[in-house]
């Protein structure tokens, strides 16, 4: 089993960005994205639930973060939009054979599987 993440990069704030967890071996029901910027603990991001597609945004991307699915490719997306400086971070995706209530999206320790990380830098 492998998560691999993809589609971090350099933009300017105000630009866009879609990264993609690519997983292999399995399908989950629970996937999210983190993200972690130096000195700082793993924050969740973003969470989606396989079962009739349910979607949970942390507050601080709310309106500007999408997280979706593509089933034949058994791949997850996060698409930022309007990033500012403080989105900078290494973003990990993450998997669970859970269905995960709202309650427990959030927390690293519901997470079996994770990428390796890639990394998101937004300039001012």
């Known amino acids: 089993v492998q998560l691999q993440a993809s589609g971090g990069g350099l933009v300017q704030a105000g630009g866009s960005l879609r990264l993609s967890c690519a997983a292999s071996?399995?399908?989950?029901?629970?996937y999210a994205w983190f993200r972690q910027a130096p000195g700082t603990e793993r924050e969740f991001v973003a969470g989606?639930?396989?079962?009739?597609?349910?979607?949970y945004n942390a507050d601080l991307v709310k309106g500007r973060f999408i997280i979706s699915r593509d089933n034949a490719k058994n791949t997850i997306y996060l698409q930022m939009n309007s990033l500012i400086p403080e989105d900078t971070a290494v973003y990990y995706c993450?998997?669970?054979?859970?269905?995960?209530?709202?309650?427990?999206?959030?927390?690293?320790?519901?997470?079996?599987?994770w990428g390796q990380g890639t990394l998101v830098t937004v300039s001012s």
């Open positions: 989606l639930r396989r079962r009739r597609d349910t979607t």
């Open positions: 993450a998997a669970t054979s859970a269905n995960l209530i709202s309650s427990s999206m959030g927390r690293v320790g519901s997470y079996e599987y």
């Open positions: 071996g399995r399908t989950f029901n629970s």
